[in-house]
């Protein structure tokens, strides 16, 4: 963008320096073309979710761990999640919302002190700045906002979300000690 906010009766416009094309792809496409999210497909494929966030029927909002994320909690973790469906399901579930949600959204929700969104599992996922101005919602920081698709929006972030009930039985399974919930 080049200029930001300019105030117009009625609504504000931003200048930018090039045409904004419309998104071509689906959620699941996306995360299909993009390196760096093969284990979030690989789950969203296995526990049949890929289907809802190809649907064009219905708008949703991703919030997508990187592979990374799911390397950093280890390779027991890792396996547990593609053995047990029922759990990777659960898992995923607290990782997409209903409508399409843009981070200014989630700010402006948390600037109106709604610090809370919820997930389609019905989870509610706790929203907060870290010092530094981070957007954090689950615990986990988005580090790429508004990634806009046919079907709706996707923000990467560096880490699972992890209501504290999940973190209690992630914290068991990295602690090999595999409780179902």
Known sequence: MVSLNHKLCGGTFHVINRILSPPKQTIMEFLESIEGFSTLALL??????????????????????????????????LF????????????????????????SQLTGDLLSGRQQSRAIDGFLLRMERSRHGSLLVGGARIVDCDIMATNG??????????????AMHRDGLKNNVFVKF
């Open 44 to 77: 969203l494929k296995a526990t049949g979710l890929d289907r809802r966030l190809m649907n064009l029927d219905f708008q949703h909002t991703l919030l997508a761990p990187t592979d990374d994320a799911f390397h950093r909690m280890g390779q027991d973790f």
């Open 80 to 103: 547990q999640l593609l053995e047990d469906l029922e759990m990777s399901t659960a898992l995923l579930k607290m990782h997409i919302m209903s409508g399409a949600v843009c981070c």
């Open 153 to 166: 929006i996707v923000h990467m972030t560096d880490a699972i979300v992890s209501p504290d009930s999940w």
